[in-house]
């Protein structure tokens, strides 16, 4: 399994789909998968910017891992967001083995600028300012996480355009 982190609008779901579409890899976006099953209180948090506790999150994780298994390759795509999520799929005792962690990094300008254009319900810039506030205070955590357990960690540049990013990421893959 590739994990693909980054902030929102660092373009890990552009990414992942032309990745997909070469058919070597599956694609599983968490938080398509949350905005399509959560409701009430939960949906509203997201909508606010704000996580979902890992109680709700992790069960779900899992069982989609565990149904789509482990070829072709799953690209996870938003999670781990904490710590103890990270940890967990570091493990890898019910999940697919983490083999690579692809983190794109964007700067904080460009990212907002690329979610108001998609203009989901989601992404307004108070809602932009939550989730990038505690992705900064997150990540260095989760990456830490993996970097214990030596899983290889590969920084993309995600601020550079589309293509540009793509020819990291087959870069970085080969």
């Known amino acids: 399994m590739i994990i693909i ?10 990414q992942c789909r ?20 959560e409701q009430g209180a939960e949906r509203a948090e997201m909508a606010q910017g704000k996580g979902l506790q890992d109680t709700i999150v992790t069960p779900i994780v899992r069982e989609e891992l565990n149904r789509l298994g482990d070829s072709p390759e799953v690209l996870l795509d938003g999670c781990p967001r904490t710590v103890s999520q990270a940890r967990w799929l570091a493990a890898g005792l019910d999940t697919p083995k983490v083999r690579l ?16 254009k998609r203009q989901r319900e989601d992404d307004t810039e108070e809602a932009m300012r939550v989730r990038f506030n505690g992705y900064h205070r997150d990540i260095p955590l989760v990456l830490a996480e993996f970097g214990q357990r030596q899983i290889e960690i590969v920084t993309i540049n995600a601020s550079l355009t589309e293509e540009e990013v793509f020819k990291q990421i087959e870069k970085s893959l080969m």
């Open 5 to 14: 982190l980054g902030m929102a609008g660092a373009g890990k779901s552009t």
């Open 18 to 37: 032309k990745l997909e579409q070469s058919g070597d890899f599956k694609w599983f976006s968490v938080g398509q998968k949350l905005r399509e099953i």
């Open 101 to 116: 962690v692809l983190h794109l990094v964007v700067d904080d300008d460009i990212a907002m600028e690329r979610l108001l």
